[in-house]
């Protein structure tokens, strides 16, 4: 088994209607789904570990690699709190 970390990105938006509202995404699984939004910063953080982990079953389920690179948006180390990251393990 490996544990990935991937970096994810949390920034400020509005929904549809002009509310504050927040868009995360992960850059290296953006291409396949890899974003989501919330209300509020950890809303949208906590999405976006859940869709993480749909993602990489999902590319798992289906015989697909799970991107081990750019090194600057996965990697096999200790989560630091200055940039969010979420670990799935395969």
């Known amino acids: 088994m490996k ?3 991937f970096k994810v990105v949390v920034e ?3 929904d549809a209607e002009g ?3 927040w868009h995360a995404y992960c850059p290296a699984l953006e291409h396949v789904g ?3 939004s919330g209300r509020t910063r950890e ?3 906590q999405n ?3 869709v993480v982990q749909m993602v990489v079953e999902g590319l798992v389920e289906d015989g697909e690699p799970v991107p081990d ?3 600057d948006q996965v990697e096999v180390v200790e989560v630091s709190e200055d940039a ?4 799935v393990t395969v």
């Open 69 to 71: 690179h750019p090194h």
């Open 43 to 45: 809303e949208a953080l």
């Open 3 to 5: 544990t990935y970390l």
């Open 48 to 50: 976006i570990k859940q």
């Open 19 to 21: 509310n504050p509202a």
């Open 84 to 87: 969010p990251r979420v670990a």
């Open 34 to 36: 890899g974003a989501t």
């Open 12 to 14: 400020s938006d509005e």
